[in-house]
């Protein structure tokens, strides 16, 4: 498992199949680690006429000063060469917490463990050991993360807010056959839950595909019951990353998702199926070791509501289509800081951000890791 800032340099941005890549290279250490981050910011919009920022997750609160997060990881690392155990356990306590955590787990308002499980590895004669993780793990889904200094802009994306779950609670079973496929499949309690709400579990599964140093083509499936006490009603999906770099300093992300979910009551028509589509693209660019632009634009149709009817201040709806355009300059000139500028450009088909259809919101952020 890599440290949680290991990423903070965009041009080493992985996904999750190469970061395991990384942990198995790392494991070998076999040394505790501790890691972490402490990351404040500032969120302003046009339409300001409330102190939230409509559709948004860690940069919803507008005209604010926020505590976003102190995350402190431990790292255990097991030997994937020897029949051997590790375990993993990431604690959150800050503004992003109240919105990742998930239900059965309450490390109160502003606390969450969004990753805390062990690790069995069993080894294999090409060196790479098959893993079997228990416990809350991040998701499989998309290319950003959780933790934000990983990620090429500051503010989440719409797929990562809407489309995607945080994480998973079960177990997870994960080979790399070679240095260029690599595989995971798990079984968990739902979407975001610690505690199963119903009597079904969900089965997520991922296969990752470098054919080259730099490239990574990564195809996600999901089907699972996702309401409370309604095992009948399956969500289902899948999702397609590709990512390649052009050039020593420049990167290249594309993701499309797709899914829907079986008529139930929880859905804004209960009386018919919901499905919705989204894609996005990021274009990273460093131009010297301080100094980095990302720029990221993304696309939801949620063409029955599914996804956002009532969520982070979007009305109740049976159809919404809306999409953003991103831009954030990545600051390092501070040792171990990263300093954040973003300004962001939302469009919706309704008039959800305070009677329009569009906002612009500009935020800064600083990230200290450790």
Known sequence: MRSILAAISFLGLASPGLAQEAGDSASRSRRP???GFAEVSYAYTSRGDADAIVGRLYDRFHDEFVLNALTIGL?????VTTLSAGA????????NASVIKSAGFDLGEQGDAPQLFVTLNVPTADGHGVQLKLGRVPTLMGLEVIETPNNPNWSEGSQFIYLENFTNTGVSVEHKFSDRVDAQLRMFNGWDLVKDNNTRKSFMGRVGWYPREGTTVAA???????????PSADRYGGELLLGTRLGAHTLIWLQADVGGEEANPALPDPARDAAWYAVGAWLVRDFSPTVGLALR??????RDGARTSGVLGFPANTAHRFGSATATLNLRSWPGLLLRPEVRYDRSGLAVYAGAQDQLSLALSAAYGF
């Open 33 to 35: 680690a501790i890691s």
């Open 75 to 79: 790292d255990l690392p097991y030997d």
């Open 88 to 95: 993993h356990a990431e604690v959150v306590y800050g503004q």
């Open 220 to 230: 996600v499936g999901f089907v699972g019951p996702e309401q409370a006490d309604d």
């Open 297 to 302: 634009g993304d696309y939801v149709d949620d």
